[in-house]
């Protein structure tokens, strides 16, 4: 069955340094997302990213954030300067369709800042 | 504001008992909802969804009921079983539910 896969499965990182999550989305799949989920808290919509370029953003995803679709496969979220606050579970998504179809979600990157 | 919301935090049932998950939702909300499960550790699995043109929809052991007069969604498990342990939120338009832990107990 095909799968969304994240990469690292765990990053730690020191404050101010710059990091960079990747995920593969489902190979068919047009429309991708992150989403981050503080521990305890509920998953969080961060950005979504359609034709090259992103759709919606959500208030955390401000100026430290960026995505980008390097190539046919890869998706990353880049962190410029890394705050305590970013540690946080990341979630990569991916979906066929727009407003009217599932999203399938990776295991998560673990995002650890020090 | 958030399309979706939270109804308890936890809820805790025998193994083999039916559960019942709920979820308000906002006049913001758009028109197809989904139910996703999270095990510890793991990233949001789909369950089942639904449109508002529905009423109700099953799959296996789940059910998902649509009360588009007060703006409310129940998820319904039938035989909870303890693999069903997880949290399960409500999703619309890109919003997740704060979500509601279930406990099985054997």
């Known amino acids: 069955e095909p799968e969304v896969t994240q990469t690292p499965s765990h990053q730690v990182t020191q404050m101010g340094q710059e990091v960079i999550l990747r995920c593969v989305p489902i190979?068919?799949?047009?429309?991708f997302y992150w989403y981050r989920q503080i521990l305890g808290q509920k998953v969080e919509f961060l950005v979504s990213?359609?034709?090259?370029?992103?759709?919606?953003k959500s208030e955390i995803f401000d100026d430290q954030f960026s995505v980008e679709r390097p190539d046919g496969s890869n998706f990353t979220l880049k962190i410029r300067s890394t705050k305590l606050e970013d540690s946080a579970m990341y979630f990569c998504?991916?979906?066929?369709?727009?407003?009217?179809?599932?999203?399938?979600f990776g295991q998560g990157t673990r995002l650890t800042v020090v | 504001g958030e399309s979706v919301g939270l109804h308890l935090p936890t809820l805790s049932v025998q193994e083999g008992d039916n559960s019942i998950i709920n979820c308000a939702y906002s006049n913001s909300a758009s028109d197809y909802f989904i139910w996703y499960k999270q095990e510890s550790g793991k990233g949001p699995q789909f369950i089942i969804d639904?449109?508002?043109?529905?009423d109700k929809r099953q799959g296996q052991r789940v059910t998902v009921l649509l009360n588009k007069t007060v703006k409310h969604l129940s998820l319904q498990i039938a035989a909870t079983q303890p693999g069903d342990s997880a949290v399960y939120s409500c999703?619309?338009?890109?919003?997740f539910g704060a979500g509601t832990r279930l406990a099985v107990h054997p």
């Open positions: 190979s068919n799949h047009l429309y």
């Open positions: 639904i449109r508002s043109n529905m």
């Open positions: 998504a991916s979906q066929t369709g727009g407003a009217v179809a599932e999203a399938f």
């Open positions: 990213f359609y034709n090259n370029e992103i759709s919606e």
């Open positions: 999703y619309n338009k890109l919003i």
